[in-house]
């Protein structure tokens, strides 16, 4: 009967603490029998606390974590002081709440990715994933890039992540010349108040792929033209000309073929092989230096001027390749160098440009020097017309002086000269006031002149004008001498002007 009570007791306890959040024990025995002992579990973080009688409560005796322990199951034991002691017992389900106290976890400490280059728009990268313990809307994670720049360009021009899963995709494009790797760092959210975030570093290495040709630095990018290689890929021509003495021993270097490639890894490793020669067997070619050197010495019988063609490869897959054509030229004196340099010159020059040569430089100086000479010779024919016209309207007898400028300056020996073409007579009276001038030569002039007064100052042996005037401002009126000088200055002045530079562009060209 008592156990039974007991057993009683310990329900209505259950229910008590349900109701009011403490517990209610009670023995229906008196006595010690009816005095009641409750006890929980020594491990579980909770521990009874008395109220007052026969009411308990259930506090914690820790904090509780409910990512470690998220439910609890407590057995309260209740014994009476009996003998023999009744007990009964009643079980608590506890269920911890949860608190955003736990940011994002990602799965990785850093992610890195290789991705070739030359990829499609939109390729998916890799995939980040981060976890978080907590529950609920504190859980939910979300993932964003970093703000960051690439090459002066935002960072999200170039990869962008997808907010629930974590996927990374490339937007463009990439090319390992460019960019060789990408940094970034992608943020985890969660949903929590306040959000809580963790970040990841990512490394996107761009895979060179073999998609340039090498690039021949010498010979000299001058006649460069289109060409295709003898591997897989196309390339490139270059040419230049080579001078090397008719004298030179086995094993003389020549020239030296140097080429560099942009990709990486075996893709950017060059070799140089000898494709073709005007004479087999005099030059050979360097593997991996790229060094022309004469395999023998040069005989008498061999040509002056030699072309080889340089293949350049690389070891990618496919391989890409470029050619460098040398024009060599073998002589043993410096105007034989000249010579065949200036024909090698002439043929090395890419198709379909105009070679420049040395008759036509000939030929248009020649034709300048003819025209100069024609204008000279019309300007001497004009200038002789000129002088016959004005002999036409000027003859000796019209008493003109041929040659002489009109001035208004008479000189000493002009009058002097006047006054002794004529005879002339004075006679002065002492009680006349007039002088009278007879002339006795016969002459156009015979009247009787009157003497004019003389003046109160003397008559000055200018004119009223200005003695500048008295040079002829109309060319004109100057000597034919003076146009024949003046013609030869000029033609000599063309002459050392213009010939010069025609010549100098075939010396030129010589040279």
């Known amino acids: 009967g008592g156990g039974g009570g007991g057993g009683g007791g310990g329900g209505g306890g259950g ?5 009011g959040g403490g517990l209610h024990v009670q023995d229906r025995d008196s006595g010690a029998n009816g005095e009641v002992r409750c006890s929980l579990d020594g491990t579980l973080p909770f521990r009874l606390q008395s109220s007052h009688g026969s009411y308990y409560r259930v506090v914690t005796a820790r904090e509780l974590d409910r990512e470690q322990v998220s439910e609890y199951n407590v057995t309260v034991r209740a ?4 003998s023999p002691a009744l007990q009964s017992s009643a079980v608590l389900a506890l269920r911890v709440l949860d608190v955003n106290d736990n940011a994002p976890v990602f799965a990785e400490e850093r992610y890195s990715a290789r991705l070739a280059e030359n990829n499609a ?20 994670v979300r993932y964003r890039l970093s703000e960051g720049r690439v090459r002066g360009a935002p960072l999200s021009s170039y990869v962008s992540v997808q907010a629930e899963t974590g996927a990374l995709y490339a937007l463009r494009s ?28 990512v490394l996107l290495l761009v895979v060179d792929e073999n998609d340039n040709a090498p690039q021949v630095l010498y ?3 001058a006649a460069l033209r289109a060409g295709s290689g003898s591997g897989s890929g196309s390339g490139v021509a270059w040419s230049g000309v080579e001078l090397a003495p008719r004298w030179s021993e086995a094993g003389a270097l020549v020239a030296k073929v140097v080429a560099v490639d942009a990709d990486a890894g075996q893709n950017a490793w060059l070799s140089y092989e000898l494709a073709k020669a005007t004479e087999p067997g005099l030059f050979r070619v360097g593997l991996h230096s ?7 010495s040069p005989l008498a019988r061999d040509a002056a001027r030699h072309s080889l063609v340089v293949v350049v490869k690389d070891h990618g897959r496919p391989a890409l390749s470029a050619t460098a054509t040398l024009q060599v030229v073998l002589a043993e004196s410096v105007a034989e160098l000249l010579a065949e340099l200036g024909s090698a010159a002439d043929e090395a020059a890419a198709p379909g440009e105009p070679a420049v040569s040395l008759t036509r430089w000939l030929v248009l100086a020649v034709a300048a020097v003819s025209c100069l000479f024609v ?7 004009a200038l002789r017309l000129r002088r016959w016209r004005r002999q036409q309207l000027l003859p000796p007898d019209s008493g003109a002086l041929r040659g002489v400028p009109v001035s208004h300056f008479v000189g000493i020996d002009g009058v002097r000269a006047f006054l002794q073409s004529y005879s002339h007579d004075v006679s002065l009276t002492a009680d006349s006031r007039k002088s009278q001038l007879r002339f006795s030569a016969g002459g156009s002039c015979c009247d009787t002149l009157p003497a004019r007064p003389l003046p109160d100052e003397p008559a000055p042996l200018l004119g009223d004008e200005d003695p500048a005037g ?3 401002a109309d060319p004109a009126s100057l000597p034919v001498s003076f146009w024949d000088r003046t013609a030869f200055v000029t033609f000599l002045s063309f002459t050392l002007l213009f010939i010069p530079p025609v010549f100098c562009v075939p010396c030129r060209e010589i040279i």
């Open 79 to 82: 014994a009476d002081g009996g």
């Open 470 to 472: 008295a040079f002829p």
């Open 121 to 140: 728009a939109g390729a998916l990268v890799l995939t980040v994933r981060a976890t978080d313990a907590d529950w609920g809307q504190n859980a939910r």
């Open 174 to 201: 990439l090319d390992y010349e460019q960019v060789r790797e990408l940094r970034l760092w992608v943020r985890a959210e969660d949903g929590g108040a306040p959000a809580l975030s963790s970040n990841v570093s």
């Open 15 to 19: 229910g008590g603490g349900g109701g």
């Open 375 to 381: 204008a000279f010779l019309l300007l001497l024919l």
């Open 219 to 221: 010979p000299p990018p």
């Open 290 to 296: 790229g060094e022309v050197r004469t395999a023998r």
